[in-house]
């Protein structure tokens, strides 16, 4: 028969072995704190991609091998040149729609961009400015914010996922309910215009970064855009014109002297090679 002591010892080494043990239960999330990772970003835009490539006339890669090659290629350079370390492989869809000027963002490294920004876009250091523009709400955080999520998961935390006692978590699992809602929400996003304007740097840092490139990029996207009504991502990425924002310090002569900060000793000014390598691809959509 055990005896009396060995029977403690033996309790008190189960006992000391369940401490050890950690708990299966997941942690309740605080709202203003939420443990997001980047694989919890990557899965949510998987999930509204898969809704996006359903609900938009994506043009189909197979059927447009240079357009899409080209427009890797570019996005590379963006990755190179910025010196970003993105968080994400991009995919970048084009979907038709020639009237409409329109770039959106997804989390987890999507993005859509609509033919007629494209048809629009009178060159390369265009086209890579807008990247570097558009790369900057998905892969950084806001810098007045000491949290990690990026700018767009932040927009849709706190629309669908901070009210009650619901995770932004929980949010992810309910896509297959609400996963429509929230690509709407996302296609028309506007963003703070303090934001687009470090998105702006960004992209000038960008720009600067790589010799290749004209300086003027986001500039003549403004200029070509300011008129046209049909320009969204103007709308959706204020202030872009002469009516936005005049009372608040951000206005559009404040957005053009932060980009004219940055042109002095900037990229290339002769990239007339590249204006031509970009309209003998898009030629392709017009």
């Known amino acids: 028969m055990m005896r009396l002591k060995e029977i403690r010892r033996l309790l008190v080494i189960g006992f000391a072995i369940l401490l050890l043990v950690p708990s299966c239960k997941e942690p ?30 994506v043009l189909a890669p197979e059927m447009y091998p240079v357009l899409y090659s080209y427009i890797d290629q570019v996005m590379d350079m963006v990755t190179i ?22 770039v959106f963002i997804l989390p987890g490294g999507k993005m859509f961009i609509s033919t007629g920004m494209l048809i629009t876009l009178e060159s390369e250091h265009q086209l890579v400015a ?71 740097d960004f992209a000038m840092n960008t720009l600067c970064n790589n010799y290749l490139y004209s300086p003027y990029g986001i500039q003549e996207i403004l200029l070509i855009g300011n008129e046209n009504s049909n320009f969204l991502w103007l709308d959706n990425r204020p202030p872009g014109r002469e009516s936005q924002m005049v009372d608040t310090g951000y206005d559009l002569q404040s957005r053009m002297a932060n980009l004219e900060m940055w042109y002095d000793g900037c990229g290339n000014e002769n990239s007339d090679m590249y204006t031509n390598r970009y309209n003998d691809i898009v030629n392709v959509l017009r």
Do not use: C
Not at 34 to 57: A, C, F, K, Q, W
Not at 81 to 102: C, G, P, R
């Open 28 to 57: 309740d999330l605080d709202l203003q704190n939420p443990v997001m990772t980047t694989e919890n970003e990557h899965d949510l835009g998987e999930r509204l991609y898969e809704i996006s490539m359903g609900s938009l006339p």
């Open 130 to 200: 807008l990247l570097a523009h558009e790369v900057y709400f998905a892969d950084r955080p806001d810098q007045n914010d000491k949290g990690d999520l990026s700018l767009v998961m932040q927009y849709l935390k706190e629309e669908f996922g901070a009210y009650g006692t619901r995770t932004f978590l929980d949010v992810i699992d309910m896509v297959s309910d609400q996963g429509d809602e929230m690509v709407e929400y996302v296609k028309n996003l506007s963003y703070e215009p303090y934001q687009v304007f470090h998105a702006d």
């Open 81 to 102: 040149a910025s010196e970003m370390k993105t968080k994400f492989n991009w995919d970048i869809l084009v979907y038709e729609d020639d009237v409409n000027q329109k």
